[in-house]
């Protein structure tokens, strides 16, 4: 296949991010993959996570080879879908964000950020992916291109016309496939999955939209005052539902 749609969307962590990687499996025209540079970035970050020896010992660390032969390599379906967490770029060349279609899904850090702390006990502003993000954001705007953000929000309000509109920037067609999957572990998931994807395995689609009820953790509000202002300039691009709109 000479060409293809080469989608990136870069999440941060505990952003429905693979339920939106399940929505696009669903599609009959879609390639998906699990988070790529995952190994990239825990070799050149020593980051502390859960099982990252394993994600090493499996995944190609080389983060450049990943981009020219993964992200930029021959298509194999019309569309290919990545899973990136946005913190992945650590290390890496941005010049290849011109030959991918980019996407950026972010999350009200006032209801990631405790997610995010029972999967790592003390997280910081890397671990949220949101400087990359915006710095994302900064790239397609200095090349004039249009920013792709869905919010998880306004996804989980209105699934169906978020991937609608998104499809619709992106020049593809929607399929209603995309609303609905089989529950458990899917071929593609990282092997990490064990780690973060529970929820998400005991899925059928889109869970509706719940505010978050329980206090905020005292101990996480310094970082949630560093995440306010990225999250908010991220949302001003963002879809919204259309009981939002």
């Not at 990136?8 to 998906?32: C, I």
């Not at 019309?78 to 010049?95: C, S, Y």
């Not at 949101?130 to 291109?145: F, M, N, S, T």
């Given at each position: 296949?000479?060409?293809?749609?080469?989608?990136?969307?870069?999440?941060?962590?505990?952003?429905?991010?693979?339920?939106?990687?399940?929505?696009?499996?669903?599609?009959?025209?879609?390639?998906?993959?699990?988070?790529?540079?995952?190994?990239?970035?825990?070799?050149?970050?020593?980051?502390?996570?859960?099982?990252?020896?394993?994600?090493?010992?499996?995944?190609?660390?080389?983060?450049?080879?990943?981009?020219?032969?993964?992200?930029?390599?021959?298509?194999?379906?019309?569309?290919?879908?990545?899973?990136?967490?946005?913190?992945?770029?650590?290390?890496?060349?941005?010049?290849?964000?011109?030959?991918?279609?980019?996407?950026?899904?972010?999350?009200?850090?006032?209801?990631?950020?405790?997610?995010?702390?029972?999967?790592?006990?003390?997280?910081?502003?890397?671990?949220?992916?949101?400087?990359?993000?915006?710095?994302?954001?900064?790239?397609?705007?200095?090349?004039?291109?249009?920013?792709?953000?869905?919010?998880?929000?306004?996804?989980?309000?209105?699934?169906?016309?978020?991937?609608?509109?998104?499809?619709?920037?992106?020049?593809?067609?929607?399929?209603?496939?995309?609303?609905?999957?089989p529950a458990g572990p899917k071929?593609e998931d990282g092997v990490w999955?064990?780690?973060?994807?529970?929820?998400?395995?005991?899925?059928?689609?889109?869970?509706?939209?719940?505010?978050?009820?329980?206090?905020?953790?005292?101990?996480?509000?310094?970082?949630?005052?560093?995440?306010?202002?990225?999250?908010?300039?991220?949302?001003?691009?963002?879809?919204?539902?259309?009981?939002?709109?």
């Amino acid at each position: 296949m000479a060409d293809c749609l080469k989608l990136s969307v870069w999440s941060g962590p505990r952003n429905v991010s693979t339920a939106l990687m399940y929505a696009f499996r669903q599609r009959p025209d879609t390639l998906v993959l699990d988070e790529p540079l995952y190994g990239h970035y825990l070799k050149v970050t020593g980051a502390d996570h859960p099982g990252a020896d394993e994600v090493m010992a499996v995944m190609d660390t080389d983060g450049e080879r990943v981009v020219r032969e993964v992200l930029l390599g021959p298509c194999k379906r019309p569309v290919h879908f990545f899973k990136n967490m946005a913190h992945h770029l650590t290390g890496l060349d941005r010049g290849f964000l011109e030959d991918v279609s980019n996407v950026l899904l972010t999350r009200d850090p006032a209801e990631m950020l405790p997610s995010l702390a029972r999967q790592l006990s003390v997280p910081t502003l890397r671990d949220t992916g949101l400087l990359r993000q915006a710095e994302i954001l900064d790239h397609v705007l200095r090349h004039g291109g249009k920013p792709i953000v869905l919010d998880a929000r306004e996804l989980l309000l209105d699934p169906r016309y978020v991937l609608q509109q998104m499809c619709e920037r992106l020049d593809i067609p929607f399929h209603e496939a995309m609303l609905r999957w089989p529950a458990g572990p899917k071929p593609e998931d990282g092997v990490w999955a064990k780690y973060w994807y529970a929820n998400v395995h005991a899925s059928t689609g889109f869970s509706a939209y719940k505010p978050k009820t329980d206090a905020f953790p005292e101990r996480l509000r310094p970082l949630l005052e560093e995440c306010r202002p990225l999250y908010e300039r991220l949302g001003r691009y963002a879809i919204a539902a259309r009981a939002q709109r």
